[in-house]
């Protein structure tokens, strides 16, 4: 087959109509340009790139150079072929795969497409311009977006949050956050969505999901809670979106759990509002002490000593037989005087705490409770006294006091047993008796201001109280405290 010479690569903006060549240089796609002697006569930058050589190398070689010799016979059949065919002719382009061979004599596989064009400088005689598509390049890009999409669809998969997709109307995604949340392991696919959410919020949902697939900016979230395949609800909050290209009918929601959140914070509010409720009845218990302290002055103290100082004005004038007898009657007035002051001042605070230590302030005030209520009280102690921060001893006192006013007033118990011990680093300290035990709400009803300052006042020194009503019966109060409380004051 005989060659005709080829254009001079500058001669190439003369041999097409500059538009036709500019664009051949714009286009993006690799483009190789034949005459019917099957030369090349025009290559754009991209073929320039494809075959990593420059366009003086291709320009005037026939196109048998850039096909490898198994391929080139069957390659310029197909290629002659279509000039001659007009049937192929009235399509804009028809689609061949080949192998393409680089100067260097490398190969890879192609796509090519071939349109007829005709070339101004070639007196009308049709030209093949060929679109060539690198095959092994196109492969690496879609295996990259493949390995995209797997890793896209990993993070999905694997992300903590609940997450779905639906489309109208169904599950078509769900991550493995959301099927642990409802507890379905690939059960959630094609269920309706709004079945998901409990009945109340469907409607807010259902909502929501219109106003995102019409691209309002101002998607409200929604709150609601879900059923379980166990039965149990789960109280989410759902942030949705609509999905780009997706037409009008993907949304994609985000389910969170709250529900640990929101019994967190409703126990918080309920913890506020008990501290709120103890302050005040602080105030109120400190206010009605010092009216009992007063009245225990004045109707003691006061009616005693006044007697005291009339029966000694009486022995001005009196005679000396009966000055014994008033004097006796004195004696006995400052008697009663004296231990009416040690009971008030043992009220306030006892001073064989101070004195004696925890052990003994504990057996003294067992055996008063057991003679006030006439019930039997234990007290078990450990063989050695621990060595106490002074504020632990207090509350310890205290706890065990305010355990035996609760006995009293509610238990209708015969039988307490205390218990004080150490374990470790800290102070074990129980309360049992044999009553009516403690009801549910024993920390939310009205007067259970003495076991909420129990909890409070071991919170504040770094232990913990806690309420039970074992098996047998009766109530157990539990509690722990460090044998020396970190001070708070001087944390950093």
């Not at 925890?358 to 006439?374: P, S, Y």
């Amino acid at each position: 087959m005989s060659y005709a010479p080829p254009p001079h690569p500058d001669d190439q903006a003369d041999f097409f109509d500059r538009p036709v060549n500019s664009i051949l240089q714009a286009a993006r796609e690799a483009i190789v340009m034949v005459d019917e002697r099957h030369t090349i006569v025009a290559v754009n930058a991209a073929a320039e790139q494809m075959f990593r050589c420059a366009a003086a190398e291709l320009l005037g070689q026939p196109l048998s150079a850039l096909v490898p010799d198994a391929h080139a016979e069957q390659h310029a059949a197909q290629v002659q072929a279509y000039l001659q065919s007009a049937e192929l002719q009235q399509h804009l382009a028809a689609h061949r795969r080949i192998h393409a061979r680089r100067p260097d004599g490398s190969s890879f596989p192609a796509e090519i497409t071939l349109s007829v064009i005709a070339a101004r400088g070639a007196e009308g005689r049709p030209h093949v311009a060929a679109l060539i598509l690198d095959r092994s390049e196109q492969g690496r890009l879609q295996r990259e977006l493949d390995a995209f999409k797997r890793r896209l669809r990993s993070v999905a998969e694997l992300a903590p949050v609940a997450t779905w997709i639906a489309d109208n109307e169904r599950v078509v995604f769900a991550n493995q956050a959301a099927e642990r949340l409802f507890g379905e392991a690939g059960g959630l696919v094609g269920r309706p969505v709004y079945e998901l959410l409990g009945a109340p919020s469907r409607d807010a949902l259902r909502a929501q999901v219109a106003r995102a697939l019409q691209g309002e900016p101002d998607v409200q979230m929604v709150r609601g809670h879900v059923a379980r395949a166990d039965g149990s609800q789960r109280e989410v909050e759902i942030a949705l979106a609509a999905l780009p290209d997706h037409g009008r009918t993907t949304v994609q929601m985000v389910v969170a759990d709250v529900t640990e959140q929101r019994r967190e914070a409703a126990a918080l509010a309920e913890s506020r509002e008990a501290l709120r409720r103890l302050s005040a009845s602080v105030v109120e218990a400190r206010e009605e002490e010092r009216r009992r302290i007063a009245r225990e002055l004045h109707d003691e103290l006061g009616q005693r000593l006044t007697a005291l100082k009339m029966e000694l004005a009486a022995l001005r004038g009196a005679a000396a037989a009966a000055r014994d007898a008033q004097i006796e009657n004195m004696l006995g007035m400052v008697d009663e005087t004296l231990a009416s002051v040690r009971r008030i001042s043992t009220d306030l605070r006892p001073m064989m705490l101070d004195d004696l230590g925890l052990h003994a302030a504990l057996e003294w005030l067992a055996r008063d409770a057991a003679r006030r209520l006439g019930i039997e009280v234990t007290l078990q102690l450990d063989e050695h006294e621990p060595v106490l921060d002074d504020r632990v001893a207090t509350a310890a006192f205290r706890m065990v006091q305010e355990a035996l006013t609760n006995v009293a007033r509610h238990a209708r118990a015969s039988d307490v047993q205390i218990g004080l011990h150490q374990a470790g680093g800290a102070l074990q300290i129980s309360v049992r008796d044999n009553g009516v035990g403690y009801p549910d709400d024993a920390l939310r009803r009205e007067g259970s201001m003495g076991l909420i300052g129990m909890r409070e006042r071991a919170a504040l020194l770094g232990g913990h109280a806690e309420l039970s009503n074992p098996p047998g019966g009766g109530a157990l109060l539990r509690v722990q405290l460090p044998l020396a409380p970190e001070d708070k004051e001087n944390r950093a």
